[in-house]
């Protein structure tokens, strides 16, 4: 046998071997694999990322389902997601991270099958609690989609014309605007907040403080308190893609939450202060409703 071949299936160093944990991330509705671009390599560096792709609008998988007469439910997507780790990851328990209808899915996967889960990381969950503003129904109907990118984003500089250009070609394909216009049709609405008390996980959730897209923020951090195991952190000055918009704050909370847990939380993202400060205003509303 040729002496480097011979070096590479060394038993010993191949025994010493461990890979890294599975790291499964599962982007949200507006989103596609690509929202993970700030995220992946960093994260890549401890755990082995798995981006599965559930949701591709102008994917045959999707349309043959759609044509079938099946819906686009947050119960269809769990099911696409225990299929691709019980065929092509096969290594639980998993760390998964998921963002907006992404969360929706990771909670109901993981109170599904509790024993194959490690941790969760929940970044702007919907159907936590209350409703969502749709920004993106309407910018896919009156195809404004600069509204669309822009409701995701505290900062402007974020929903660049390139990124809009981006979107706007991507609906310009009838089969992709039918999938996503299907995929609000079976999702919008549905609420994980019956779940919220069955998580067992330790849990991280991470709240944009100026979310536009879920209605009410405060309401969603006292209602996620019902998960035995939580830890949430609100980010002052960031919208629905914390992700994105706070990507080094995200790596950072997110990389020491699954090696060791997040023991102590920066006072400036304390969810404590957050509350405390919705308040404040809410009084001064009252009490200056003009102002």
Not at 26 to 45: I, K
Not at 140 to 167: C, M, P, W
Not at 173 to 188: D, P
Not at 253 to 264: H, I, N, P, S
Request: with cysteine; proline share 7%; charged share 25%.
């Amino acid at each position: 046998m040729n002496p480097h071949v011979r070096k590479f299936f060394d038993l010993n160093r191949l025994h010493g071997y461990k890979r890294p944990a599975p790291l499964i991330l599962v982007n949200g509705l507006a989103e596609q694999s690509e929202s993970w671009f700030a995220n992946r390599t960093v994260w890549s560096r401890h755990f082995d990322v798995k981006v599965p792709e559930l949701l591709v609008y102008d994917g045959d998988s999707l349309h043959s389902h759609i044509d079938a007469g099946g819906e686009v439910t947050v119960d269809y997507l769990t099911d696409r997601l225990a299929r691709y780790l019980d065929e092509f990851v096969q290594r639980p328990p998993y760390h998964i991270v998921g963002s907006s209808l992404g969360g929706q899915v990771a909670m109901t996967f993981a109170c599904r099958y509790p024993k194959l889960v490690s941790r969760l990381v929940l970044i702007c969950p919907s159907g936590v609690h209350g409703d969502e503003n749709l920004p993106m129904m309407e910018g896919v109907k009156r195809s404004q989609y600069d509204t669309l990118v822009k409701s995701v984003f505290h900062r402007s500089h974020f929903a660049n014309e390139g990124l809009v250009e981006a979107i706007e070609h991507k609906f310009q394909n009838r089969k992709w605007k039918k999938g996503v216009l299907r995929t609000l049709r079976g999702t919008v609405g549905h609420s994980v907040a019956p779940l919220l008390g069955q998580v067992p996980h330790p849990t991280l959730l991470i709240w944009g403080e100026n979310d536009r897209v879920l209605s009410d923020v405060p309401g969603s951090v006292r209602a996620a308190d019902q998960i035995l195991k939580v830890t949430q952190v609100v980010i002052p000055n960031c919208g629905h893609a914390p992700q994105i918009e706070k990507a080094r704050l995200v790596n950072q909370l997110v990389q020491r939450f699954l090696r060791e847990g997040l023991k102590t939380i920066p006072p400036q993202y304390d969810p404590a202060r957050f509350l405390e400060k919705q308040e404040r205003r809410a009084r001064l509303k009252v009490t200056h409703p003009h102002r």
